[in-house]
């Protein structure tokens, strides 16, 4: 089974900070994807990444994926309240299953 | 702004019953997926859905589990006989491609008691 690390899995940061959250996955991959979760709410998607060294980024989060270490980085910029949020990587399969990440809660303090 | 929704928002359930968790996926999405997942913890992998057959499936979805897509817009799972374990979100999502953003709905809080 693939399994899919990440850390920190709590994370509490400081409003203006940066920070990054990791995602390590064991086994090839063709698709990694980083989706938000608000408590009791559904999962959204934040990005969708195909192809080694692909960088996107979309107003303070940037993620990036580095397929030979198996690797990708969700990476917050000068973070917000509003970015408060549990944040989940996932990977997919040539066979189109998902592992999910355990998840980084994080929370933005004053 | 197109949405995957799901019926009933909350079910709860005696152990030993069968449930059915509704789904309507997004109309032109090609590919359909359950997930669960239990308070608090990760979401894990159920099943996906392509041209009408299951393309893959995890460990949990046993026998016990059945995904059937019967009239062209909505797509149900169906437990057999409920466990205490069962007792989870179950979130239904969708995508166009394989390669595409999946689009998750609101989820269906199964409570077996």
């Known amino acids: 089974e693939l399994k899919v690390e990440q850390n920190p899995l709590f994370l509490s940061m400081q409003e203006g900070k940066n920070y990054t959250i990791y995602c390590n996955y064991s086994?090839?991959?063709?698709?990694l994807y980083w989706y938000r979760q608000d408590p009791g709410k559904s999962l959204e998607s934040l990005f969708v990444l195909l192809s080694n060294g692909a960088v996107k980024q979309e107003g303070r989060l940037m993620a990036s994926l580095d397929t030979k270490a198996r690797l990708s980085t969700l990476h917050i910029t000068a973070a917000v309240h509003d970015l408060s949020a549990t944040y989940f990587c996932a990977v997919g399969t040539e066979g189109n299953q998902f592992y999910f990440g355990t998840g980084t809660s994080l929370t933005v303090i004053p | 702004e197109p949405e995957v929704t799901q019926t009933p928002s909350h079910q709860v359930t005696q152990m030993g019953q069968e449930v059915i968790l509704r789904c309507v996926p997004i109309?032109?999405?090609?590919?359909f997926y359950w997930y669960r997942q239990i308070l608090g913890q990760k979401v894990e992998f159920l099943v996906s859905?392509?041209?009408?057959?299951?393309?893959?499936k995890s460990e949990i979805f046993d026998d016990q589990f059945s995904v059937e897509r019967p009239d062209g817009s909505n797509f149900t799972l169906k437990i057999r006989s409920t466990k205490l374990e069962d007792s989870a979100m179950y979130f239904c999502?969708?995508?166009?491609?394989?390669?595409?953003?999946?689009?998750f709905g609101q989820g269906t809080r199964l409570t077996v008691v």
């Open positions: 999502a969708s995508s166009l491609r394989r390669d595409t953003e999946a689009f």
């Open positions: 086994t090839t991959s063709d698709r």
């Open positions: 109309s032109n999405h090609l590919y």
């Open positions: 859905f392509y041209n009408n057959e299951i393309s893959e």
